[in-house]
């Protein structure tokens, strides 16, 4: 038995990987979205190479619908706990997480970018690395209803998911092994991530 064929003999059918996979992803990037530590674009990017190279229908799309339905329920949980934080006099440990992401330089860009733009300033919010909590708390002081906060950040999450999976289908195109795609995609999503702060201190 060749090399190949004892690790495909081995490998977990694909109906288990999918039974395992869409819940732990939908589950991640849900805990990344209300504790911005988990890197949730290497997640999804990840998932997005596993399911280029399975032979299920559907899979690129249950990937999509997953990452982007937990990233919008995720969001739009924490902006309602750091509305409540808002409006408690002595404010909230999720109001506290967001603010101390979003330093004030940062949040007075995002609140003039969304003065002038409104909702389309989600959208790239989601798409920027750490662009998306100071334009969260910006939306939060202008005292934007959940309502209107999820209006927008429904096509931002779409497009998020949209981008970060497109890494993930070029990863898993050069590379014949899953897992070869799977590091590159992080590779290249972690590099994305260190751009912003990378620019910040040059300009500094």
């Known amino acids: 038995m060749t090399l190949a064929a004892a690790s495909t003999s081995t490998a977990p059918p694909e109906s288990t990987q999918q039974a ?37 229908p559907f899979s690129l799309a249950l990937v999509f619908v997953t990452a982007s339905l937990a990233a919008f329920l995720g969001d739009a949980t924490l902006y309602w706990l750091g ?35 409104g909702v389309a300033v989600l959208v790239l919010s989601r798409l920027v690395p750490a662009g998306r909590l100071p334009v ?34 070029l990863g898993g195109s050069l590379f014949e092994e899953p897992w070869e795609g799977v590091v590159a995609a992080v590779g290249l999503t972690l590099v994305i991530s260190a751009v912003p702060s990378v620019v910040r201190r040059a300009s500094r």
């Open 136 to 169: 969260m708390l910006a939306c939060l002081v202008a005292e934007w209803p959940v309502r209107r906060f999820s209006r927008g950040n429904l096509p931002a999450c779409l497009a998020w998911a949209l981008t970060y999976q497109v890494i993930g289908i």
């Open 20 to 56: 395992l996979g869409y819940p732990s992803l939908f589950l991640l990037v849900l805990i990344g979205a209300l504790v911005p530590v988990v890197p949730t674009g290497a997640l999804v990017s990840s998932a997005a190479v596993v399911a280029f190279h399975q032979t299920a």
């Open 83 to 117: 509305r409540r934080g808002m409006r408690s006099r002595n404010g909230s440990r999720w109001l506290e997480a967001i603010r101390s992401r979003a330093p004030e330089e940062r949040l007075a860009q995002a609140q003039s970018k969304l003065a002038e733009h």
